[in-house]
């Protein structure tokens, strides 16, 4: 819906990547996992809220879903104080059946990314390139989202392999959320139709976290927060392993890892999915 179109300016400078701003379905495949994408995509959420501008715990319905407020309500950040271990917990935003006012608190993600971001060459270039700020971004910031192609898990092995094979740089993502004791998969792969998240390197010391958060349909985005204070010029990082099975002791296959971080792996997280 275009009143509710999210504010991202962002461009790639390649001619042969296609920017979109959200995830899309990948390439057709005659499959129930490939129809279940793109049913899911097309669908709605059915909570909705009938909130009067703004939305609080006692009343609204996406806050009493998501167990809570997940944001700051009047800073948009998020609220780490709900978070004791890891964030198991759901982002359900408002969305545009909601009645509350667009400035509502629990609206981020949907509103776009954060406007600082710079993708340029890695002081090491091996690493290739990466995004640093251009501002200062306070904890619980929204940076932007991981958003590309969603792939089949067929789809994706294939593109892992043939990226090994032809020694590409590897974009696949792999969500995995556990919910009720069942696991959720989800595979976004911005290598070739991609946001600017597509640029975000990893590191073993990462200064953002990533997020899934849905705003109107079941699938969730993979949204990228700051879990620390970021300074003007430092380059926005996340592990890409950590929601996947990234820290399995597997280490065939797995690329050096050049983040330099005092507690450095050494190797990049396993991309086995
Ligand atoms: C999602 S892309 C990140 C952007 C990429 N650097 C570029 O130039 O487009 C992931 C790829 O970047 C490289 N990369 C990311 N983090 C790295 C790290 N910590 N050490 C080495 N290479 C890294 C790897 O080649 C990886 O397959
Ligand atoms: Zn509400
Ligand atoms: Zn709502
Ligand atoms: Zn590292």
New binding site residues.
């Given amino acids: 819906m275009d009143d509710n179109k999210m504010n991202d300016k962002y461009m790639h400078s390649y001619s042969n990547i296609i920017y979109v701003d959200e995830n899309i379905p990948g390439p057709f495949e005659d499959s129930v996992e490939y129809n279940n994408i793109v049913y899911n995509l097309n669908s709605r959420l059915l909570n909705y809220c009938k909130c009067d501008s703004i939305c609080t715990i006692e009343t609204c319905q996406c806050l009493i879903k998501s167990g809570d407020a997940n944001y700051e309500m009047e800073g948009y950040r998020l609220n780490f104080l709900k978070n004791t271990g890891n964030l198991s917990y759901p982002i359900i935003e408002c969305n545009s059946l909601c009645t509350c006012s667009e400035s509502c608190g629990n609206r981020v993600v949907q509103k776009g990314p954060i406007d600082c971001l710079e ?1 340029k ?2 002081r ?1 270039i ?6 640093f700020t251009t501002q200062f971004i306070p904890r619980g910031t929204f940076i932007c989202e ?1 958003a590309g192609e969603i792939l089949t898990l067929e789809q994706a092995k294939k593109r892992h392999k043939l ?1 090994e094979t032809l020694k ?4 696949i ?1 792999c969500l995995n959320e556990y919910c009720n004791e069942t696991q959720l998969q989800m595979i976004v792969d ?2 070739e139709l991609g946001n600017i ?8 010391d990462p200064n953002c976290i990533i997020v899934p958060v849905r705003v109107d349909n079941p699938l969730p985005k993979l949204a990228i927060f700051s879990q620390e204070d970021i300074h003007y010029g430092s380059e926005i ?1 996340y592990n ?1 392993g950590s929601n996947s099975f990234g820290n399995s002791k597997e280490v065939e296959n797995r ?6 971080s005092n507690n ?1 792996f050494g190797l ?1 997280p396993s ?1 086995k999915y």
């Fill in positions: 993708v060459m890695c090491n091996s690493k290739g390139k990466g995004i991981y990226n590409k740089m590897n974009y993502f911005p290598s998240g597509r640029y975000i390197n990893h590191s073993c990082t890409y690329k050096k890892c050049l983040c330099s450095c990049m991309d």
